[in-house]
């Protein structure tokens, strides 16, 4: 074995026929450092040029294909550039984030963003991209200021990297991109079953020929979720029962309190009354807020139905009154016999396990690919 320097060091996933160790590097050593400029003032709607904000960038580190326009600027980003985040509020969960321009004289960056240029012909972009983006940590901590955090351009030109060859540096980002490209097959086949979904129930509910008007409040009893309140505030993964929120994140943590589950009556739709959102549930849960109405079926009526017609209705929140018996218990939903409902409601499930299966091959392809990187760096 080859002695290596205190500044070498080696993988545990190799490709075959590479060797040795990899070294380590500044950015300072590997590209050119610009900030950008002030061209917030000169956004038009029919601009001849992408410009490039903070909110350029999505959390996973990818360009996003809406932008501001520029007619014009002093200067213009090349292909190849990486442009990187340089400020973000408190959490910092996007500083440090970078992406890779796609072609030359289309992209201005805006201020507090950074551009950094290639200036070694010993390394690949892509490999250096991913290496940046999976080391956030280093980013976060460099953070300064309270209310908003701002890198410093000495603390991006500090960033140490370890580079194996420029050979081997292709060779991974090279398959890191096929492996980001079956992911994102994925998410296409994904959202195009969301889309199809979508439309269908638009084709279901706009026929509704011979369907009976009903109000919310005829097809479903609530109850308010006293006895079912979560009283702890620790949450761990490793415990049984989900505690619902509202909002995106739906599921807030785990509990192990023993008292006080909902379990009976499943499955229940759980509305929250200030944000009018709704989710469908068939499991033991407990809730946060007592701002959320449990939900549940009257005789004749399907509650997986109700709830996929809940979803299509559209109106204005307004106050901050209890949304449930002041607005929804009183709007009106066609309902066809309970039979039909029934038929509906299982091919709309059908179509949900579907797109559940595919975020859940989603959700290993990225776990692999999270292990493969642990394994291709150091």
């Avoid at 390394?123 to 200021?145: E, P, V």
């Avoid at 200030?274 to 809730?287: A, D, L």
């Avoid at 807020?289 to 939900?295: D, F, Q, V």
Wanted: proline share 2%; hydrophobic share 35%.
């Amino acid at each position: 074995m080859s002695t290596l320097t205190k500044t070498q060091k080696i993988p545990k996933l190799r490709f075959v026929g590479f060797s040795g160790g990899w070294e380590e590097k500044r950015l300072e050593d590997l590209c050119e450092y610009k900030n950008g400029g002030s061209f917030e003032n000169h956004v038009v709607e029919d601009g001849k040029y992408n410009l490039i904000t903070l909110n350029s960038i999505d959390i996973s580190g990818q360009l996003k294909n809406k932008h501001k326009k520029v007619n014009e600027a002093d200067w213009y980003l090349k292909k190849e550039d990486m442009i990187m985040v340089l400020s973000d509020v408190a959490h910092g969960n996007f500083l440090g984030l970078v992406d890779i321009i796609p072609e030359d004289d289309k992209y201005v960056l805006n201020q507090r963003m950074g551009l950094l240029r290639k200036s070694n012909d010993d390394i690949d972009i892509n490999f250096l991209r991913t290496y940046i983006n999976r080391k956030q940590r280093y980013f976060k901590l460099h953070g300064q200021g309270s209310s908003q955090q701002n890198l410093a351009k000495g603390d991006i030109l500090k960033f140490k990297i370890n580079l194996p060859s420029l050979l081997e540096q292709q060779k991974i980002a090279s398959f890191l991109g096929a492996v980001d490209e079956w992911i994102g097959n994925l998410r296409a086949q994904k959202e195009g079953l969301e889309k199809y979904k979508k439309g269908t129930m638009q084709k279901i509910f706009s026929a509704a020929e011979g369907w009976e008007e009903k109000r919310l409040g005829d097809c479903l009893d609530y109850e308010q979720p006293t006895n079912y309140i979560v009283r702890s505030t620790e949450y761990d993964d490793t415990y049984k029962t989900p505690v619902l929120t509202a909002g995106k994140s739906f599921i807030l943590g785990y509990t192990n309190e023993t008292d006080g589950i909902f379990e009976n009556d499943l499955p229940v739709i759980i509305f929250d009354d200030f944000t009018t959102t709704s989710q469908f549930v068939n499991f033991p849960f407990k809730v946060k807020s007592s701002a959320m109405k449990i939900l549940k079926a009257k005789n004749d009526f399907d509650i997986k139905f109700i709830y996929e017609a809940m979803k299509l209705i559209k109106y204005e929140i307004g106050g901050h009154g209890r949304h449930w018996i002041s607005k929804y218990y009183n709007l009106k939903i066609l309902v066809p016999n309970f039979k039909e409902q029934q038929k509906i409601a299982e091919f709309l499930t059908s179509l949900d396990n579907l797109i559940e299966s595919k975020q859940q091959q989603i959700t290993q392809a990225e776990l692999w690919k999270k292990g493969l990187m642990q394994g291709l760096f150091v």
